[in-house]
């Protein structure tokens, strides 16, 4: 699944504030030093 196929349910997001900016560079630099994600995103089809 592509990234851009992804869609967030409003109640899902409507609880979960967005990244700020600088929260944001923090994750993609964590990202690259390890290589990988921690925490895989997690899909849902219900």
Known sequence: MKLS???IDPEFQSKIPPL????EQ???QNI???GRLL???I???G
């Open 39 to 41: 925490n895989p995103i």
């Open 5 to 7: 196929q992804l869609k």
């Open 32 to 34: 690259i030093a390890e």
């Open 20 to 23: 700020q900016f600088e929260e």
């Open 43 to 45: 899909t849902w089809n």
């Open 26 to 28: 923090q994750l993609e």
